[in-house]
T-cell receptor
Framework: GAGVSQSPRYKVAKRGQDVALRCDPI?????LFWYQQALGQGPEFLTY????????KSGLPSDRFFAERPEGSVSTLKIQRTQQEDSAVYLC????????????FGEGSRLTVL | AQKVTQAQTEISVVEKEDVTLDCVYE???????LFWYKQPPSGELVFLIR??????QNEISGRYSWNFQKSTSSFNFTITASQVVDSAVYFC????????????FGAGTILRVKS
């Protein structure tokens, strides 16, 4: 497709389960970002990749959060032992270069932890 | 630390009214970038504009205009003759220059345009 694709769109997990969220960026886009958006709030930065290199993971809230982009295209955000406070929309964004200023966002994966 | 404040949580207007969304930012960087994004109900953030800190010229794009004032650290967004399709959440954001796209977002302003 032409845009950033995320799956699943909706995920309900029981507390303590592990989840994996997938992001398919726009083909050829070098930079990939993950953001977390809590209800009624603006997105908050989680982590950033340039190709396969994870250059910044300062926003990951705990060591239960892990992201990878092994071949420099598709990325997966994994959350282990989910907690209720992990409930949020997880947004993926990509851009052609890190300085173009225009991020293309996916529609997000809404995670609900019961 | 960088911070973006959007004091208006929600604004309701009637179609064809003009509306201004406020954005105030804090940063210690001398070079920075400011953005506005629109988030319709589908959830996907849509890029509207990017300005750098050295360019204080106001910008107009169709019914949209932006007023950047460094002296007051504000980057306000005006929609002229609003339409129902403008209903969305609007986010102002600021970037750290090391990675131009690592954005710090405000909390957003919900705009409701009624017919």
């Amino acid at each position: 497709g032409a845009g950033v694709s995320q799956s699943p769109r909706y995920k309900v997990a029981k507390r303590g389960q592990d989840v994996a969220l997938r992001c398919d960026p726009i083909s050829g886009h070098v930079s990939l970002f993950w953001y977390q958006q809590a209800l009624g709030q603006g997105p908050e930065f989680l982590t950033y990749f340039q190709n396969e290199a994870q250059l910044d993971k300062s926003g990951l809230p705990s060591d239960r959060f892990f992201a990878e982009r092994p071949e420099g295209s598709v990325s997966t955000l994994k959350i282990q032992r989910t907690q209720q406070e992990d409930s949020a929309v997880y947004l993926c964004a990509s851009s052609l270069q890190s300085y173009t200023g225009e991020l293309f966002f996916g529609e997000g994966s809404r995670l609900t932890v019961l | 630390a960088q911070k973006v404040t959007q004091a208006q949580t929600e604004i309701s207007v009637v179609e064809k009214e003009d509306v201004t969304l406020d954005c105030v930012y804090e940063t210690r960087d001398t070079t920075y970038y400011l953005f506005w994004y629109k988030q319709p109900p589908s959830g996907e953030l849509v890029f509207l504009i990017r300005r750098n800190s050295f360019d204080e010229q106001n910008e107009i794009s169709g019914r949209y205009s932006w007023n950047f004032q460094k002296s007051t650290s504000s980057f306000n967004f005006t929609i002229t003759a609003s339409q129902v399709v403008d209903s969305a959440v609007y986010f102002c954001a600021l970037s750290e220059t090391e990675y131009g796209n690592k954005l710090v977002f405000g909390a957003g302003t919900i705009l409701r345009v009624k017919s």
